[in-house]
């Protein structure tokens, strides 16, 4: 299978700046990818290359297996959606969704028809005349993807679509977003600095550092088997603890408050060698063992440091003997399960498979 | 609190008496400039339009309005459009020397276009005062066009780019419609500008007067001070219209562009 999108090695200077830095990312048809990392990771500089609106200072870009080099923006089978939407507010709704089709060789009639249904799609049926700065946030968000989508572009690119958005309305516009990618069958490629955004909506994410990929890899993958410790760190909340490797073939550990284990293969980076290391546990891979709970086979002594009650779940601070700092572990909230006080000892349970090991 | 209030309420009358004075004068029906009033007449105005070298004057002073205001605004729009969408070498500097004309001196600005042109050998006339009011002119519409570009979402642009659209059609069908009520502004301002400005037109002006220039030369007939206050009226009354006129088209271009008034001239 080709790819639909191909890069190979690009980078991208801006005077000294490296903003891109030797980018090699295939992206299939059909797929929702998201391009993930902190402000200035160089995200949104690889969507707009794919765009057009930067030119990469080497390396190519393929679109559909076609050299994208000296292609204008306007002649990509690309189409974007802006931050800022950028409505255009001289015009109507039906105006800026059809704006695109203006050379288009249609009727007056069809391009109508083209309007309407694309409008439809995005749920603002009956807009179309109304004027565009007379919109709210999420019907301006709208209006943007029914403009981007209406030329049917064989990649759709969006750039921090839902960062203006409130909590309700970016959760709700989430799960229409995925559910209008499988629809229209369209790649999307997201720009989000919001990691459980691109968990929640994509198929794969990269993970992006100082104009690199970090990691490159599906949601539950990414989540579970972070590659180095940033990822780890950028990507929900993760415990770090320090390790020494003991044997690195049978791949034994020696880990500061939870002791001696051995992990199986896909816990480890390749090429581990004895020595100093550093294992990750996500808060939620740990539970505090209650009355008649089962453990996930390995025990070990807490006391309860802080603790913070948000309803469904309770976040506990524990501290461990020999462990450097306290230890966080959420717990849902149960039908018989107490929530414990500060003080409190406690038996942590977790499992060896759990463990994430990072080269030090 | 109170000393101030009455400073700015004096403040106001020094301004804005001697202009009030203007149409009560046009309207009395004595040639002697000074008070008691004596009558209402409507006269002075009425024997405006049988003098010929006053309509000349006027058809001068418009012709140099309307060519300045297009001139200067297209000048303006290349240069705020440079400064709001490239980054260039020099750009502060340059940007400040087209911007200093705004606080030179007329004089100095219209003694030395004088010395130059008569080193050059052209003759002066409409054409000559259309150049120096170019050069006052430009900073003020830059000004007024600077926001407006500067206040231009880039995203714009590139939307209509990504949309198929040439960079020129994207000028025509986006950029300028959305800067539009900053031109018409620009335009506005500018004809008001030289059709009232004196010293430059006195001059580069040659044969043809502008109207303010013939206006100030027929102050030395007393006799024709009441048609004078007639004529100062309209000025002053079409000004007034044209700045308002403007002032609307800048906040409906800011209205339009979604954006919040942060002051501007009135």
């Known amino acids: 299978m080709t790819a639909l999108i191909d890069l190979k090695n690009v980078n991208k200077y801006y005077g000294d700046y490296h903003a891109l830095r030797g980018i090699n990312l295939e992206i299939a048809q059909g797929e929702f990818f998201s391009l993930l990392g902190p402000s200035g990771c160089g995200k949104t500089t690889l969507l707009r290359t794919i765009a057009g609106f930067e030119a990469p200072s080497d390396g190519t870009l393929h679109i559909a297996g076609a050299d994208m080099n000296g292609v204008p923006a306007n002649a990509r089978p690309t189409n974007m959606v802006f931050q800022s939407y950028a409505i255009f507010p001289h015009l109507s709704v039906a105006e800026n969704v059809g704006f695109g089709l203006r050379k288009a060789q249609m009727s007056k009639q069809e391009k109508m028809k083209s309007v309407e249904e694309a409008l439809d799609m995005v749920g603002l049926k009956g807009f179309r005349g109304r004027a565009a700065h007379a919109l709210s946030g999420g019907q301006r968000q709208r209006v943007a993807l029914a403009r981007a989508l209406i030329l049917k572009p064989k990649v759709l690119l969006l750039d921090e679509p839902l960062s203006a958005l409130d909590k309700k309305l970016r959760e709700q516009m989430q799960s229409e977003l995925r559910r209008l990618q499988r629809q229209v069958g369209i790649t999307f490629i997201l720009v989000t600095h919001d990691q459980e955004e691109a968990l929640i909506m994509s198929d794969r994410v990269a993970v992006m550092f100082e104009g690199e990929i970090a990691q490159l890899a599906d949601p539950q993958t990414l989540y579970k088997r972070p590659v180095t410790r940033k990822v780890g760190d950028f990507i929900g909340v993760m415990n770090f603890l320090p390790a020494t490797v003991k044997d690195a073939a049978a791949i034994d550990l020696d880990v500061a408050g939870l002791g001696a284990v051995t992990i199986a293969e896909d816990q480890a980076p390749s090429g581990i060698t004895p020595g100093a290391a550093e294992v990750g546990i996500r808060p939620e891979m740990m539970s505090i063992l209650f009355e008649g709970e089962p453990d996930r086979g390995q025990i070990t002594q807490a006391t309860i440091k802080d603790r913070a009650y948000y309803g469904d779940m309770t976040y506990y601070d524990v501290d461990i003997e020999d462990a450097p700092k306290p230890i966080t572990i959420s717990m849902k909230n149960m039908i018989g399960r107490p929530v414990l006080e500060v003080g409190d000892t406690a038996r942590v349970s977790w499992d060896a498979r759990s463990l994430v090991l990072f080269s030090a | ?266």
């Open chain 2, 1 to 266: 609190m109170k000393s101030l209030r009455t400073y700015a309420i004096l403040y106001l009358i020094f301004l804005y008496a001697p202009i009030a004075l203007l149409p009560i004068f046009a309207f009395n029906d004595a040639t002697i400039i000074a008070f008691p009033l004596t009558g209402f007449t409507t006269q002075w105005f009425t024997e405006l339009p049988q003098i010929p070298a006053l309509i000349d004057s006027v058809k001068n002073s418009l012709y140099i309005a309307v060519i300045t205001a297009i001139l200067s605004t297209l000048l303006g729009i290349c240069a705020a459009r440079a400064a709001a969408k490239y980054s260039f070498r020099f750009k502060r500097p340059i940007m400040g020397f087209i911007m200093v004309p705004l606080v030179l001196p007329e004089i100095i600005v219209a003694v030395s276009l004088l010395v130059i042109l008569l080193q050059l050998g052209l003759s002066l006339g409409a054409w000559t005062v259309i150049m120096g009011h170019v050069l006052i002119c430009t900073p003020f519409c830059i000004a007024i066009l600077n926001s407006a570009f500067q206040n231009l979402d880039p995203a714009m642009e590139e939307a209509a780019i990504d949309l198929g659209e040439t960079p020129w059609s994207t000028f025509r069908l986006v950029t300028l419609p959305l800067v539009s009520p900053a031109i018409i502004s620009a335009l506005l301002i500018s004809f008001t500008i030289s059709l009232d400005e004196f010293i430059i037109a006195f001059f580069l002006t040659g044969t043809e007067p502008t109207l303010p220039v013939y206006l100030w030369s027929q102050l030395r007939f007393p006799a024709r001070i009441p048609v004078v206050m007639a004529l100062g009226t309209i000025l002053v009354a079409g000004s007034i219209l044209l700045l308002i006129l403007a002032e609307m088209m800048r906040r409906r271009g800011l209205r339009r562009a979604g954006l919040q008034d942060k002051g501007g001239f009135l």
